[in-house]
Nanobody, 126 residues
Framework: QVQLEESGGGLVQAGGSLRLSCAAS????????MAWFRQAPGKEREFVAA????????AYADSLKGRFTISRDNAKNTVYLQMNSLKPEDTAVYYC???????????????????WGQGTQVTVSS
């Protein structure tokens, strides 16, 4: 089992930045590929970004490329999401997710991830 806990959410004005953190505990963190998802009110949970266990590969939702950056520090058992140039439409609950190593290092479907945090609210005001 891996336990995940997000932090860093909050209220920010449009154009501002936030950095989310996801701290993992339990199993060896470097054995898991990690991702961020988000869920806006009334919408389905959607893929944001993913990072390979080594940090050597990253993937992003096309609409977020250039504004969001995912990274990880395996020594600290933490994955990050740096969000810049935030827009009101980025308002959502952001979730950290993990999946064990497999033949495909990332997936965009939430059903492919075994472990989830409780989420952190990000609100972007206009």
């Amino acid at each position: 089992q891996v336990q995940l806990e997000e932090s860093g959410g909050g209220l920010v004005q449009a154009g501002g930045s936030l950095r989310l953190s996801c701290a993992a505990s339990g199993r060896t963190f470097s054995n898991y590929n990690m991702a961020w998802f988000r869920q806006a009110p009334g919408k389905e949970r959607e893929f944001v970004a993913a990072i390979r266990w080594s940090g050597g590969n990253t993937a992003y939702a096309d609409s977020l490329k250039g504004r969001f950056t995912i990274s990880r520090d395996n020594a600290k058992n933490t994955v990050y999401l740096q969000m810049n140039s935030l827009k009101p439409e980025d308002t959502a609950v952001y979730y950290c997710a993990g999946r064990p190593l497999s033949s495909r290092w990332y997936a965009t479907s939430q059903s492919e991830y075994n472990y989830w945090g409780q989420g952190t609210q990000v609100t972007v005001s206009s």
